[in-house]
């Protein structure tokens, strides 16, 4: 493994100087915090991953969870991080002060997080899912079920998840047929079969609150249909002891990666005994889960670029330490008899390098600029701008998810590339992250879920209103890095980019308007990565323009070497991934129609 | 498993219609064979693969090979293969009659090859390796050494490896450390480590031919001093019985995929004991182990066409039985009680095919490009003609080994997320196929080698003439295709990324000349992206024009589905793959220079 995980510097330049966490810590929600005592929780956290999660990382990938007499058995080190959890305050860390939280920002939270990822992504999971849905029930269960299960959640002592998919319905939710039967008591009795379910059991946690998707009897078919409930695995008796509730822990998955991060088949009510408890209204489950879904959705971006980071660091530790070949000099001739160099000397080392640093950077500050636009949602006063930043948060939740899973695999096998044959062995930490990264695409909507919903849902909300205030927010950025000659050409750029995404939008508004959605539609994974594209090169302008300030005014937070390699990045990503983007909106606004089927079968 | 793991028709057709087979059978060298005995031999290869290797495919993975009591243990198939593989001419079909061989063209060979590696990638390396290393020495080594070891190779008895990378030396050769000391037999002592030795032990040889790079004592520094030497694993004695010629298997490699191939760690001499004998003229080893490399570099090629093109069948059933969603409907609403449809009717699912397949299949046109002018090159007895084609294997070569190989990483990884989460999972094959695909990029000169080899050597070889030869290809590819109304807008977009081939070569070349070497070769591997795209715009363009071809013929060795399957697939690929190559152009003549080291570090 490689000595550096994480560039703490680099990430609290993301939440001071590129996300402005001041502005959101002059709000009267988030005023209890300062600089100094975010900086010691950071810190915290960092020790913490130091000593506890880190060592276990490659551990956790070679002695998998697995299923053994119904029940999961995972590393120790998911008791650790779920007392320890509560302890430190890492599960609670965003949750409101009345409710027994810490009160931080999203962004604060989203940097600890990212820190622990960065260290053992195997892990987060256990106390992220249990902090989702532990707010799941604070926004909309009744005080009774707040005051059972949340502060027991909060502590660590009980788990959570989040129980959506089913053998005949994954990206499908509209097809869940787990049922609900009111009972006399105004319980219901669960029954139905939930698979992929992240922390779904193990032996560290006394009980499992299950949020469970199901539809209660004579519910209307389709997501209209679909209730949220707490399933807990024991239920609470009166004396408050704990009483199995037939929630059987079927099976595993065994995965190419993440493989300490246990993958539940459930199975609820198979002896008729299952009972679970209505969150909120009937039939307006999907509208609750949302609010969780949209949280963990913003969380495997953060766990992707987290993971991207880290493998950078592995990589660049690496090619620092490799001598290899030599320079290639004047003559076009290489002298066998001079030392070798080391191999980050390499011009085509360098570019798998800074493309590692590019998008795992430049993830994490689109998930950064996620994170502040909740803050500012979770922290206004005035409704408008509330709804301002509500309507930001929801443009950028499908790219906050993409950009750094998909260019996470980019990224991460750019850095396999760097080790040459070391890369594909066991021996060497980069083969894990790449096998780890590969899910983050697939979880929480796949990036062709997530494409669908920025395209057909997110560009045409409120007639546009979103991507409007998107435009907005890109354009200040352009203004501010104009201020700079030495990057006018690229805020220029960013610019004709913005225009480009107007141009495209035009192109396919015009199926929508038709009525032919399947068309409008039918690239919009295409139209994700040139969105995300041109988003990451807004964040890398707006990190550039940040470092360039620093410089200029004299800030010596960081040395010149740190700031210029953000302004040295920002090149690099502008010369070789925004090049791409005329390219692929020739593709969006190609007449010719290739993947619609029309009945007749001419893939082969 | 997936039911189906190639498709024998497409193989087929670019054979024989893609690359004229017929042209290559006409010819003395080749004259033996025709269409029905060759197809017999496909058939049984077909078999054979079946039967054998399929069926233990997931094994391979699951139960690895793996290092005991100083030897490396593999799965018994590989005895099968190696038996078997000498018996139905496996190994032994390239190599010419008068050694045993079966004379048949590479374009046979490759074809047999890519069924058993699409059924089973992990065992080719063994017979592949066998042959590879008697070629070497029938080429190159005296007739001594030919009758000593060839016949015991091409049956089967003994295996073959090429011992290149040394801890120090991976993929800079001109650093081999591994010394031979000449004794007064005429045999010499080597004394040296081997590292990344595919196939170099296992319980199923009675016999190891290491073929060894090593340097004469007072040989001259860097590659001019490297000779190339036969070191038997058990040197054979005057009464034909073998003795153990210290050559010591010290431990394995443990990877991520391809994990029932063994890679072997060896040491030569530990005990001073160890004799090899020099193959052809001292300090041109290099030059020799080049055949032996080029040759597997087509292999590499091949094999991962191959994987790419079994994933694109499994993924390509599961997308025909998967039911998931609906079909967006002309109002933008899915009817939720309607039927859930296929996945495979999805616009984005039929994305990720038409990608697999294009990628998979144009791959698999790319090696057999290169194999169609190695068998010209062959069967040549016009020395003009034999240098022609030489030029044009030489310019291939570089691309035939990247483009399936970096494709097959996007290709595989797409099939991965049209399973959707059961991508990520174990049980499914998928993500195996992903994971044994991420060494190709990697074997036999990595891309970064590669590309460093077509834009440094190959397309400056002769003043520009290999690439001039292989314009005229692509070239005559076009005229063929305007005959065609259809296909006209296709040939026109191929002859203006000849044209930017030019112009970007004009820009690169400026430097060179000037002596500028790092700065011309510094995006060598956007380059290799750039022009292995066209090339495989030139593939598709091909077999489209041979479909359509068919079509117009009445041609109904396939049915017609099949044919516009290839022209729909070339449309496919010429709309998403070759817009990428202006953006690619932009990138390789743009001014910035952010990749070449300057001194200062700026990565951080």
């Given amino acids: 493994m490689a000595k550096k995980y994480i560039d703490i510097p680099t990430l609290k330049f993301q939440l001071y100087n590129v996300h402005d966490l001041q502005s959101i810590l002059s709000s009267d929600y988030f005023g209890e915090h300062d600089e100094e005592t975010i900086n010691l929780f950071l810190e ?33 080190v998911v008791g650790t991080v779920m007392k320890k959890g509560g302890e430190m305050g890492i599960i609670a860390s965003p949750v409101a002060m009345e409710h027994g939280g810490l009160q931080l920002p999203l962004a604060v939270h989203t940097t600890a997080y990212a820190i622990m990822e960065a260290a053992n992504n195997h892990l987060l999971g256990y106390p992220g899912l249990t902090l989702g849905s532990a707010e799941l029930i604070l926004s909309f269960g009744s005080d009774e079920l707040k005051e059972t299960y949340c502060p027991r959640m909060l502590s660590g002592e ?61 519910a209307p078919a389709g997501t209209k ?37 246990c993958t539940a088949h459930l199975i609820f009510g198979e002896s008729d005994d299952c009972r679970g408890w209505l969150v909120g209204e009937p039939h307006r489950g999907l509208k609750y889960m949302f609010q969780m879904m949209n949280g963990a959705r913003i969380a495997v971006g953060r766990g992707a670029a987290a993971i991207a980071m880290a493998a950078y660091h592995a990589s660049l530790e690496y090619a620092n330490e490799r001598p290899q070949g030599r320079k290639i000099g004047g003559s076009g001739k290489k002298d066998a008899t001079s030392e070798q160099t080391l191999i980050v000397n390499h011009p085509d080392v360098r570019r798998m390098l800074l493309l590692q640093k590019a998008l795992s950077e430049g993830g994490m500050s689109i998930v950064m600029q996620g994170a502040h636009y909740h ?16 309507l930001l948060l929801e443009m950028m939740t499908p790219i906050v998810k993409t950009f750094p899973s998909e260019k996470g695999i980019t990224s991460t096998n750019n850095g396999v590339q760097v080790l040459g044959g070391y890369g594909f062995c066991s021996e060497y930490i980069l083969q ?25 849902r997110k560009m045409m909300m409120q007639g546009g ?8 927010e890109i354009n200040a950025t352009i203004m501010a890095a104009t201020a700079y000659d030495e990057l006018k050409p690229y805020a220029k750029e960013l610019g004709v980019n913005l225009k480009r995404i107007a141009e495209v939008m035009e192109y396919l508004g015009a199926f929508a308007q038709k009525g032919d959605f399947e068309r409008f539609l039918s690239d919009a994974t295409v139209f994700m990565d040139f969105m995300g594209t041109i988003v990451g090169g807004w ?40 090049q791409k983007t005329p390219g692929m909106a020739e593709i969006l606004t190609d007449d010719e129609v290739l993947t619609v089927a029309k009945g007749e079968e001419v893939i082969v």
């Fill in 432 to 456: 894990q992250y790449l096998r780890d990264m590969r899910i983050f695409a697939i979880y929480e909507g796949t990036t062709g879920i997530q494409s669908l919903d920025l395209l057909g």
């Fill in 375 to 390: 803050d500012k949602m979770a922290s206004a006063t005035d409704p408008k701008e509330k709804e301002k930043y509500h």
């Fill in 44 to 76: 915290s956290i960092k020790d913490f991953s130091d000593q506890e999660l880190y060592p276990v990382f490659t551990e956790m990938d070679t002695q998998p969870a697995y299923f053994k007499d119904g029940q999961i058995m995972v590393h120790p």
């Fill in 225 to 261: 249909g679909i209730s949220l409930f707490v399933v807990p695995k024991n239920r609470i008796k009166d004396d408050g002891s704990l009483e199995f509730n037939d929630v059987i822990t079927a099976g595993d998955f065994q995965k190419m990666g993440q493989r300490g991060y």
């Fill in 539 to 578: 964040q890398w302008l707006k990190m550039a323009t940040a470092a360039k300030e620093a410089l200029v005014m004299g800030n010596t937070t960081y040395d010149a070497v740190f700031y210029e390699s953000k302004i040295h990045t920002m090149k690099f990503y502008f010369k070789y991934e925004m």
């Fill in 465 to 472: 209103k979103g991507a409007h205030l998107l435009a907005q």
């Fill in 158 to 218: 009980w788990a959570g998840t989040m129980c959506l998919t089913e053998p005949q319905a994954g990206s499908s939710l509209s097809d869940v047929a787990t049922t609900a039967s009111p009972q006399a008591d105004g319980s219901y009795k669960i029954k139905g079969q939930k698979i992929f379910i992240s922390g779904g059991d193990h032996q560290f946690s006394d009980n499992f609150v299950h949020l469970v998707l199901a539809r209660i009897d004579g």
